[in-house]
């Protein structure tokens, strides 16, 4: 997916620092269940809600009883909770005017269920922390106070944003959700491996051909004992190859010109993929891992253990994965990152990751507040710190240009590689990724598709039929639901 997976779904609550980390328990709450308490209503193809446009009460902090205390719901974890703890901590120390209280629902998908959950009694935060891939989605809840608004009443400028972020986050020319951490998909490997096998761990694979290449050269050389690369069954990889060449996901560039209402990935390129996919598997080269619950991390636990030696994941692992590393369970990986092999073509891989919405139930002064919040949290100094604690992207560029930044990157190369990644890609509606609705369901149609090859044997060309058939139908009927 284009998110990266959080910790298994717990419930217990700790306190670290200054700011109450609240972990909880999450119960299930379905898009019909959303449209159906939203009432959504389309208004010459627009949402009801979004023909005036909004306003951004900043004048309600001045005026409210200080501190103004205000609660996000997020979905870090491990080193990535701890350097968000940090910079709360210091926001909250910084000034007096606004307290925030983080609540940490483990995963995206939990996060976006108890926002979902929670809309028919409004006990809902200020601020929410939602997948990337998921901004439509929220957008049409209709409870996000846009971030562009908030922006406009502020004299605030996104110019400072890298221009590839801002177009993945602005949607028919609105910017709902404040970009925050983001990340790419890059190839992780271990450098022993590389050279037992005679390979070069300075230069990683490019291509997809390469890593084809590389893998038979692995298995011949027994660097490996299992399969060369671990191949996660992610459908957002397939998203990224296609962005990759260029090549959208759905129909009207994207969703982004107009609303998706058909997938497109049934063609030449998409046959392409899967029969990549399957000939890797079918000829010992990859061996594939579900994308969540308990063997999720499987690819990357193959390296630790020697079966694998390449593995493609998202580049927000990268701290967690070195502080693994550094308590010496796995003593012979010597960890090397490289850019996510491509399958040729000019286009460049998506954003992902997540934004940061303000919620408009709040009072004024809430949403006031939130804005500072969220500002901070997008200032250059911040995305120093987030970048180099966590492996996320710097977003804005000061902070990538910034003597500490590039000085990080000096000293550990493989943080430095999504960004670049993400630089050299186009900017175009296909590599701005897709807006849809039911981005889940098309996921799950992509997933289903995989597996029903690799597992059960279907050819790659029925089984890529077969996914964008229900995706489309998936597309259909959720516009169908909102009055699209």
Request: hydrophobic share 40%.
């Amino acid at each position: 997916m284009l998110y990266e997976s959080g910790e298994p779904t717990g419930s217990m609550v700790e306190s670290g620092g200054a700011t109450m980390r609240v972990r909880r328990r999450i119960v299930s709450c379905g898009v019909s269940v959303l449209l159906a308490l939203v009432g959504l209503v389309a208004v010459g193809g627009v949402p009801e809600a979004a023909a005036a446009a909004p306003k951004c009460p900043l004048a309600a902090l001045k005026q409210a009883k200080k501190p103004v205390e205000i609660t996000m719901w997020h979905s870090m974890n491990r080193k990535l909770e701890d350097t968000l703890v940090a910079l709360t901590d210091a926001f909250n120390s910084s000034q007096s005017a606004v307290k925030v209280k983080l609540v940490n629902d483990i995963t995206y998908d939990d996060t976006f269920t108890a926002y979902k959950t929670n809309l028919a009694t409004g006990n809902l935060p200020d601020v929410v922390q939602i997948s990337a891939s998921d901004q439509q989605q929220m957008i049409d809840t209709r409870t996000a106070l846009p971030a562009g608004a908030c922006a406009k009443a502020d004299h605030y400028s996104f110019a400072g944003i890298l221009p590839r972020v801002m177009s993945y986050f602005t949607v028919e020319g609105s910017v709902v959700g404040m970009p925050f951490n983001i990340s790419g998909p890059v190839l992780y490997y271990n450098e022993n491996a590389f050279q037992r096998a005679g390979l070069d761990p300075r230069k990683p694979p490019k291509t997809l051909d390469d890593v084809r290449s590389y893998a038979e050269k692995l298995k011949a050389s027994n660097a490996v004992p299992g399969a060369p690369l671990g191949l996660k069954i992610d459908p957002g990889f397939f998203e990224h190859w296609r962005g990759m060449a260029n090549k959208p996901l759905v129909n009207n560039d994207n969703g982004r010109t107009e609303r998706a209402t058909k997938a497109v990935f049934d063609d030449a390129l998409g046959r392409k993929l899967f029969s990549w996919i399957s000939g890797m598997v079918k000829d010992g080269l990859a061996e594939t891992n579900p994308d969540s619950g308990a063997n999720q991390y499987d690819n990357l636990l193959g390296i630790g253990n020697g079966n694998h030696a390449m593995a493609i994941e998202t580049s927000a692992s990268l701290s967690t994965i070195q502080q693994v590393l550094a308590t010496g369970q796995y003593p012979d990986v010597k960890l090397g990152v490289g850019p996510m092999p491509s399958p040729g073509g000019k286009g460049g891989v998506l954003v992902q990751g997540a934004a940061l919405y303000i919620v408009n139930k709040s009072s004024p002064a809430k949403q006031a507040a939130a804005w500072q919040f969220v500002k901070f949290l997008t200032s250059a100094a911040s995305q120093v710190q987030w970048a180099t604690g966590t492996g996320y992207i710097p977003i804005v560029k000061k902070a990538a240009s910034s003597a500490a930044v590039k000085s990080f990157w000096v000293q550990n190369p493989g943080y430095a590689v999504a960004y670049e990644q993400l630089l050299a890609g186009v900017t175009s509606p296909s590599t701005a990724g897709t807006v849809i609705g039911p981005y889940k369901d098309v996921i799950d149609a992509l997933r289903n598709a995989e597996n029903s090859m690799v597992l059960e044997g279907k050819s790659p060309a029925a089984a890529v039929k077969a996914a964008a058939a229900d995706a489309t139908a998936a597309i259909l009927d959720y516009n169908d639901r909102i009055g699209f």
